[in-house]
């Protein structure tokens, strides 16, 4: 019995130790971009000038962009807690203690572990969503990045790639994706339906979007080339939902 405890312990400290490492050696990115004033009309002429995939390891190129948010920043958390996604910490130390507290506490994990750094216009993501599947293995995820554009009454344009994991390479610790990256962009769009604090959705064709190859790690994706457009409503536009619904998870299409 000793044993097992000694070795739990000793991984515990070296998670504990890792994750101070990483977040000295490896700071967040830079700034958030300077903000650009657009009307609402204007979105689909920017989402034309924005990268169409983020950049990962190595520098290399990363998972295509199939998603967009139009809203301010508490909107775009409101809604997506609702409709059942978790915020996962952006740094490693956070993300580790926050799983600890939900193991600790009976919880289903949910927030570890941390999503791998990617770049879009040289910063690191600004938000991390992810519905889980099975811990640690497979979930459903997604990053959001400020692009700097922003509308006058506060809200911002925000651009994000989202697939889902379905188990763990571990010789690197990657997660393997679906390579169908419509079937994540739809599955978001479903569990947005109905919601209460969502305006309208829409499908956005855009020629930079890659619709095949292989991202940073070697794993290959597929899309249709269409972005999801999701516009939030402002504080009190409508009445708040009777409870959050329940995200729906389903099989990866093959």
Known sequence: MRRPAALGAFLLAAALAAAF??????PLGAMPPSPRTI???GIPAVLR????????????????MNLAFWGTEAEVRRALEAAGWTEVPLRLSPSLRAGLGEVLR???????????????????????????????ASRHHFRLWRTGFAGREGRELWWGSGNRDLSIRWRDLSHRPDPDMDSERDFLAETLEGSPFVGKTALVSLLQVPKVGNNDKGYAFRTDGRVLLVELDGPGTRAPAPGPPRARDRKARR
């Open 21 to 26: 490492f990483w977040d000295v050696l490896f």
């Open 39 to 41: 009307e609402r009309g």
């Open 49 to 64: 000038i924005l990268p169409g995939r983020n950049a990962g390891r190595g520098g290399r190129d990363g998972d295509p």
């Open 106 to 136: 009976g919880e289903r994990l949910r927030r570890f572990p941390p999503f791998n750094a990617y770049l879009l216009l040289g910063r690191q993501q600004d938000m991390n969503w992810a519905i889980v599947v099975k811990p640690l």
